[in-house]
């Protein structure tokens, strides 16, 4: 059973983010990535569509034969994500905005959550920004467009740095001073954010945590790999495999596939 891949899917390439940070403390897993660049963006898609696509990237990982999936995508986990661990029978792990930590630690009492038109709408996410809503202001924007132009290659453009400046700069004149990036596609924006924000705005999204949450989950339930030789990843999308590659070291291939 412990040699069984672990699985991970996203509306596309973000999630990539979320592997890295998995990979970095559990190096001796398999791991089997999907991409559904094809049906990117999946945040303005209204719950029921979030649901289907999700049930069909699991229905993929589950043939694969994985032992865990790992929903590396705010806006699944937020709307499909109680569906899924209902209906499957294997352990999912989620990922949702960091808002925890950045209301605790705020000094200004003022916070910014960029994420998705389907994460900001959630149940989940309502839920937990409601827990807070009493100890800081939390100012919300949708990253509308800001997916579409990673999956399309457009990560460092003139375009993307339009579209930042016009997200942010409100929440800079609010006086925030933490920035959660609700959104797996969003790390890879870390330098052109750390440009736009002045310094005392600090970012955080839930990367780490999603690791360290994989990896006692599979301690839990006795699923570690126990090999030491470093572990292979597949990655696949049903997009442009080029883009997808060009956010990962050279040794990873990635792989067209029609899913
Ligand atoms: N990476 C996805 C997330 O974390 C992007 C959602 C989308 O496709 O709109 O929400």
Redesign the pocket.
Known sequence: MNKQPIGIF???I??TSIWKEIHAILPYENMIYLADSK???????GKEAIIELSIKNTDYLIKQNCKLIVV???????NAIDYLRANYKIPFIG?EPAIKPAVLHSKTHTVGIL?????LSSELFHKTSNLFASQAEIIEQNGNGI?ELI?GGKLYSEEMNALLKLYLNPMVDANIDYLVL?????PYLLPQLLKILPKHVKIIDSGEAVARQTKAILEKHDLLNSQTKLAETKFYTNGNPEIMASLLAENNKVSYLDF
Do not use: R
Not at 39 to 45: C, E, I, L, S
Not at 72 to 78: D, F, M, S
Not at 115 to 119: P, R
């Open positions: 996203d509306s596309g973000g999630g049906n990117a963006p999946y945040g303005p898609k590396a995508c705010n806006t699944a986990t937020t990922i994420a998705t038109k389907g994460t997916v999956e609700g959104c797996t596609h969003y």
